[in-house]
């Protein structure tokens, strides 16, 4: 069991500029011994303690997942039994956890409290904002989209017919010919999924893929009308159909 700071130790921890003031020193007498943040019952100072120490006493008996606090598996059980408690009261969608469902009442509302400081673009989550500004603002996007104005091109001609390959993969030794499109490739290890569908829980490593769940179609075609969700597939539709035009 991990050490408390008892109400005797107290004294010297306030005069280190720790712990709670003297209006709460009843409610809060049980400190860490870390940070020295005020707790009422030991058990709750062992508890917040696994913090620090990265003790995981809970484990999920279906994948071996550990957990600090029991609350914690439970909820994370729910990925297993399929369980999802909470409901929207305007569309009856269920979710597994009180924050999805949170964030997915702002479909409704049309709630947006998170602005991007570079273009005043509102979103409903704080990390739909960061992929956007990722995308959109990064320098190393910016650097990609001046290369619009100014001719340069990233890939030489010789790299091309060549089939250069020079970044590659540290776990599955591929080689690929854009750093992008290594970092899009590592994506398959990491597990990383960092498009998520604003209606449903679901999450994409991939922009494609979520515009396929989403049926987002952005690209229209301008001899027939017919849409696509990217711009390459319009380009074949194109050639294929219309290159006689």
Do not use: W
Not at 6 to 11: C, D, I, L, V
Not at 37 to 48: M, T
Not at 108 to 134: M, V, Y
Not at 215 to 224: R, Y
């Amino acid at each position: 069991m991990a050490m408390v700071l008892n109400s005797n130790n107290r004294a010297r921890a306030l005069a280190q500029g720790g712990g709670a003031t003297s209006g709460n020193i009843k409610e809060n007498q049980f400190l860490c011994m870390f940070c020295n943040k005020g707790f009422s019952c030991p058990q709750k100072v062992e508890i917040h303690q696994r913090v620090h120490t990265g003790v995981k006493c809970f484990s999920c008996t279906q994948c071996q997942m550990r957990f600090v606090q029991a609350g914690d598996l439970k909820r994370h059980q729910r990925v297993h039994t399929g369980e999802k408690p909470y409901s929207c009261p305007q569309c009856e969608k269920r979710f597994s956890r009180l924050d999805h469902l949170k964030m997915h009442m702002k479909v409704h509302t049309g709630e947006r409290p998170f602005a991007c400081t570079h273009c005043g673009k509102r979103f409903s989550e704080r990390r739909i904002l960061r992929i956007h500004q990722q995308k959109n603002h990064s320098t190393s996007n910016l650097k990609r989209h001046q290369r619009v104005h100014t001719g340069e091109k990233s890939i030489s001609c010789s790299q091309v017919h060549t089939r250069v390959k020079p970044f590659s993969c540290i776990q599955s030794y591929m080689h690929l010919a854009q750093a992008c499109t290594l970092k899009r490739h590592q994506r398959v290890h990491t597990g990383e999924k960092s498009y998520s569908c604003t209606q449903c829980e679901n999450r994409f490593s991939r922009q494609n893929h979520l515009k396929i769940h989403t049926g987002e179609t952005s690209f229209a075609c301008t001899h027939c009308g017919k849409r696509f969700s990217e711009r390459s597939y319009l380009r074949i539709h194109q050639q294929k159909n219309h290159s006689t035009l």
